[in-house]
T-cell receptor
Framework: AQSVSQHNHHVILSEAASLELGCNYS??????LFWYVQYPGQHLQLLLKYFSGDPLVKGIKGFEAEFIKSKFSFNLRKPSVQWSDTAEYFCAVNAHGGSQGNLIFGKGTKLSVKP | DAGITQSPRHKVTETGTPVTLRCHQT?????MYWYRQDPGHGLRLIHYSYGVKDTDKGEVSDGYSVSRSKTEDFLLTLESATSSQTSVYFCAISESGDRQETQYFGPGTRLLVL
């Protein structure tokens, strides 16, 4: 079965620090990859997604992610975090061969940014 | 933001009572989804719909049923609520269900089963 692992449960950073959140998936075929963000008390919003082409994907609010097929990874990065980036971040995978439209989510990583 | 509303936004109920949650969209998207979000589990798919009266089970469908009689409405029913169904429920939509598509999420319903 497909699965998504987010290894960091809670990350605490100071403003201006660099961020990298790990995401690994278990599926050997073609995948579509997503990062969603959930600000406190709000619904999930798409940060960025990858389905083909350049493995370095740029999203909103200065976030980017790199798809490394050989490592089954899709890590999220931001060079300099702000207090407003405090949120929970979810990696999700939609694998070809799986149910149509069925996103598999990781358990999420909470990011706390100290001002 | 995508035009998705969920009702009610908060509900407290007792074990054994039926509960229906409603998701309403104004985007005319074909696919609609119900997820539950629990600490330490992320989001898990309960049921989804790929058209009027067309639904299928997700990962955690036991104890839940769904119905879609109109394109814009997708109902999630807990026939007899249990404490293990205390959760935050999110509805999502996507236009055609293509795997590359973004799913757009509603604001969520917090359900507490006592």
């Amino acid at each position: 079965a497909q699965s998504v692992s987010q290894h960091n449960h809670h990350v605490i950073l100071s403003e201006a620090a660099s961020l990298e959140l790990g995401c690994n998936y278990s599926y050997g075929g073609t995948v579509n990859l997503f990062w969603y963000v959930q600000y406190p008390g709000q619904h999930l919003q798409l940060l960025l997604k990858y389905f083909s082409g350049d493995p370095l994907v740029k999203g909103i609010k200065g976030f980017e992610a790199e798809f490394i097929k050989s490592k089954f990874s899709f890590n999220l990065r931001k060079p300099s975090v702000q207090w407003s980036d405090t949120a929970e971040y979810f990696c999700a995978v939609n694998a070809h061969g799986g149910s149509q439209g069925n996103l598999i989510f990781g358990k999420g990583t909470k990011l706390s940014v100290k001002p | 933001d995508a035009g998705i509303t969920q009702s009610p936004r908060h509900k407290v109920t007792e074990t054994g009572t039926p509960v229906t949650l409603r998701c309403h969209q104004t985007e005319n998207h074909r696919y609609m989804y119900w997820y539950r979000q629990d600490p330490g589990h992320g989001l898990r798919l309960i049921h989804y719909s790929y058209g009027v009266k067309d639904t299928d089970k997700g990962e955690v469908s036991d104890g839940y049923s769904v119905s879609r009689s109109k394109t814009e409405d997708f109902l999630l029913t807990l026939e007899s609520a249990t404490s293990s169904q205390t959760s935050v429920y999110f509805c999502a939509i996507s236009e055609s269900g293509d795997r590359q598509e973004t799913q757009y999420f509603g604001p969520g319903t917090r359900l507490l089963v006592l």
